[in-house]
């Protein structure tokens, strides 16, 4: 009985985060959630208890698959930095990915505005893209510099709908900055302990 409870729980999660995705926020209703989910809101309170708890699994939902995503293991080893911004822009604008840049946005505001678990959020994503980067540039400060200009890209996009500027801004990050042109690759991943 508790893993079909564990089952059922796991499932609400996953259609709530695709709700929350397909919305492009996490600030819907607990019956528009409902409706959406294809449950009733009674339901919902009874699996979670609280609109937060939900909203917090849907957000450790949504951590995983951005760590999946965006980890180095999923990039090819020896490419050029440029390479590996390039790549990571286009999944960033590919069509499927705009419900999640936005509710990725919307839990950014969360933040702006004092939000703890958004702040954790926020700081979670931007470890796991710092750990990637890392792979194939130089140095912190680099790693620092190229996030920077991707997130105002990110923002820019999300603002016009235009992938150009966001894509010459970045582009003219590698012709102008002194990142030097390194091809580490991901690193190796080693046992330790018996």
Not at 110 to 135: C, H, I, P, T, V
């Amino acid at each position: 009985m508790q893993r079909r409870t564990l089952a059922l729980r796991q499932q609400l999660v996953a259609r709530s985060l695709n709700a929350f995705i397909q919305a492009g926020t996490i600030e819907l209703s607990l019956d528009q959630l409902a409706s959406r989910v294809g449950v009733s809101k009674r339901m919902l309170v009874h699996y979670f208890g609280d609109r937060e708890t939900l909203e917090e699994s849907a957000m450790t939902l949504l951590e995983e698959k951005l760590r999946a995503q965006f980890s180095p293991e999923s990039f090819p080893a020896k490419v050029a930095p440029r390479a590996v911004i390039r790549a990571l822009w286009e999944r960033t604008i590919a069509a499927e990915s705009r419900g999640v840049l936005l509710l990725v946005m919307d839990l950014s505001r969360r933040a702006w505005s004092g939000s703890e678990r958004a702040k954790a959020f926020y700081a979670e994503q931007q470890r796991l893209w710092a750990d990637l980067l890392m792979n194939y540039l130089p140095d912190r400060d680099a790693v620092e510099r190229v996030l920077q200009v991707f997130q105002g890209a990110v923002l820019a996009f999300l603002i016009t709908g235009d992938p150009e500027p966001g894509r010459r801004a970045l582009q003219a990050f590698f012709s102008n900055s002194s990142v030097k042109k390194t091809t580490k690759g991901p690193k190796k991943k080693t046992r330790t302990g018996a």
